[in-house]
């Protein structure tokens, strides 16, 4: 193979190699408009994508800079756990809510961008609910709110 061949080859390799993890962390998933129900009878709606494997899990939203209001990522899991949560390549400033197996939202934290410290739910829960930061806040939803439980609950 002469010298100019082999470059190209080379550059496409390294192309290849750069490209597909970037691609594959833009993928979006399925969504899904999820209702907010809070304790003065109001309610809130959000467009969420829906990560349910564990591959899903673990990307959330790594790599991701552009989350607009009204919209998260909620993540389902087959049993009810102690969850916790990191921001590794999450470039994103993160509010993240612990909800039960019954909706009950248990716990609301703010996340902090491409942070390692561990974001703990305080018991044991089913979802966790990603947003941008302050959105849980400026949608006047607070712990004790609940997810109104209307879509397939199943995790993968």
Do not use: H
Request: glycine share 6%.
């Amino acid at each position: 193979m002469n010298m100019k061949k082999n470059s190209r080859v080379i550059f496409g390799v390294i192309m290849i190699a750069v490209l597909v993890p970037f691609e594959a962390c833009a993928k979006k998933l399925q969504t899904q408009t999820l209702t907010l129900k809070k304790n003065d009878g109001g309610a809130v709606q959000i467009t969420a994508e829906m990560a349910r494997t564990e591959d899903e899990r673990n990307n959330g939203y790594m790599r991701r800079k552009n989350i607009p209001d009204g919209t998260g990522m909620l993540f389902l899991f087959d049993r009810d756990q102690m969850l916790s949560f990191w921001m590794k390549n999450t470039p994103t400033p993160l509010s993240i809510a612990f909800i039960d197996s019954q909706g009950r939202i248990r716990d609301i934290f703010d996340m902090t961008p491409y942070s390692l410290a561990n974001v703990n739910s305080t018991v044991n829960v089913r979802y966790a609910l990603e947003v941008p930061q302050g959105w849980f806040a400026r949608a006047g939803i607070k712990t004790g709110d609940m997810l109104v439980l209307n879509f397939d609950t199943r995790a993968e």
